[in-house]
């Protein structure tokens, strides 16, 4: 497992960022999007309420009490959406399955309105000539199961595989790319470690069962998906974190190296067979990740990609004052309108380590784009981004040097198509490449839009 920056130094290609964006002609353009996000129509059609229903419910917890009950609205604007990615020209949509529709109760009796509706988004895309790309778990748990102690309980394994059973029973002819889970760092430790995500725990033992327990249900929807025979393409979606150290001093390149072990080898080495890194579970003995015999075989099961999710990079120093004994300093970079720092050399860099450390598995960036205080103009028509269309450019500029550097990667997805329910934030951070008007869930194409569009057309190259 290659240190943080060992094997990224950069070569000559880093020194122009502003490299051409030709791609492959192969190459997979797409937007995506999450199900809780977007969707809305929260008890429509046999829906339950997931945890995010409970937890925007919890005071003090989502921005202004933000909800999910009408999200984006894709639930009933789906059609339409459908249409502007026809107008991108991408050759797929990237979107999560609502287990709360599907199976109401988490397990048992499906619910057939809530097949139906993901028939008609599937039928629209094919009609469209548009690859469904789906994800079977963003988040967005059925409170029910999260009432039998959700990830926390290893049953959630049995419960994970019989609704991704269910799924590829109802939906596998028409969709042959899927995605198990959606940053299962997120579901574990922002969900049960620091609380910010539902459920809303703050317990480092049951966040790194449920980390253990999501990496379980990974490989049993694995054996499900290989079972059916299939033969489509099935991964994960990860959101690692490729710290760069403050300095080549050999105690922040340490410290740098050590910051990823929590958010990056707790999840990526699972799944490649490696294993959680001892180094940071020795660190946390009141928090041991409950292995079993035959448990680090049936997480690693043999997967045909690797979903990247990217945003930002950060920049770490040693510290012998805090626990870790390492700490995130200031940096240079402009920021997002969450305050990530925009950094596209950090995006060449994290292609290169993971391609270094997962065995030349085909990569696909499955989500990258920035949170913009987007507004429309005077005509309420336009939306001018230019500093989305920067970002987009630098950070595509990143993906052509990497693809130029020998990484495998197949295909880049947008985050988002539309602007969407940000989780803790509420919808007060718009992502979308779409502008998304809440009063009434219009539709305004962004300049951000028309310039992807000429990137996935080969105008932009
Ligand atoms: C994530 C989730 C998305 C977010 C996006 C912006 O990566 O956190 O997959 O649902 O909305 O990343 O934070």
């Not at 009490?65 to 990615?85: C, F, K, P, W």
């Not at 039998?148 to 042959?176: H, S």
Request: hydrophobic fraction near 40%.
């Amino acid at each position: 497992m290659n240190r943080i920056l060992d094997g990224v130094t950069p070569t000559s290609s880093t020194s122009d960022l502003a490299s051409s964006l030709s791609f492959p002609s192969n190459f997979l353009w797409g937007t995506a999007t999450a199900s809780f996000q977007v969707e809305g129509a929260a008890e429509a059609d046999g829906r339950s309420p997931s945890i995010w229903d409970t937890f925007c419910r919890t005071p003090g917890a989502v921005a202004h009490g933000h909800t999910g009950d009408v999200g984006s609205d894709q639930y009933h604007r789906y059609a339409e959406d459908v249409g502007l990615m026809k107008e991108l020209g991408i050759g797929a949509y990237r979107f999560s399955l609502a287990w709360p529709r599907i199976l109401p109760d988490g397990i048992g009796k499906v619910n057939p309105k809530g097949f139906e509706y993901y028939h008609r988004l599937l039928d629209a895309l094919h009609a469209a000539g548009i690859r469904p790309a789906v994800t079977l778990y963003h988040w967005d748990l059925p409170q029910v199961l999260e009432d039998r102690g959700g990830w926390t309980n290893r049953d959630i394994v049995g419960w994970f595989g019989e609704y991704a059973e269910a799924v590829y029973k109802e939906l596998g002819d028409k969709v042959d790319f899927w995605m198990t889970l959606n940053e299962p760092f997120c579901t574990a430790i922002l969900g049960y470690l620091t609380g910010h995500h539902a459920p809303g725990i703050t317990d480092r033992a049951k966040a790194y069962a449920a980390v253990h327990h999501l990496h379980l249900a990974h490989g049993a929807a694995v054996d499900a998906y290989r079972a059916t025979g299939q033969g489509g393409e099935i991964g994960i979606v990860l959101n690692l974190s490729t710290p760069r150290p403050a300095t080549r001093r050999p105690e922040d390149v340490e410290a740098a190296d050590r910051a990823a072990d929590m958010p990056t080898r707790m999840f990526l080495d699972p799944i490649m067979g490696r294993g959680y890194p001892e180094r940071h579970l020795a660190a946390y003995p009141a928090a041991p990740v409950p292995m079993r015999d035959g448990d680090v075989e049936k997480i690693s099961r043999k997967i045909d990609f690797i979903g990247v999710n990217y945003y930002t990079e950060h920049v770490v120093a040693f510290d012998p004052d805090s626990p870790e004994k390492f700490r995130s300093v200031p940096q240079c970079e402009p920021v997002t309108d969450m305050g990530w720092p925009i950094v596209p050399k950090g995006f060449h860099r994290h292609l290169r380590w993971i391609a270094e450390n997962t065995n030349g598995l085909p990569l696909y960036v499955t989500e990258n784009g920035c949170a913009m205080p987007d507004e429309l103009d005077d005509t309420g028509t336009r939306c001018h981004d230019p500093r989305r269309i920067d970002y987009l450019r630098s950070h595509l500029g990143a993906c052509a040097r990497a693809i130029a550097d020998g990484v495998p990667l197949k295909g880049y997805f947008v985050w988002s198509f539309i602007d969407n329910f940000e989780w803790a934030f509420g919808y007060t951070r718009r992502f979308g490449i779409v502008y998304c008007d809440y009063l009434d869930a219009r539709r305004v194409p962004k300049d951000s839009f028309y310039f992807f569009r000429d990137v996935v057309s080969g105008a932009e190259a």
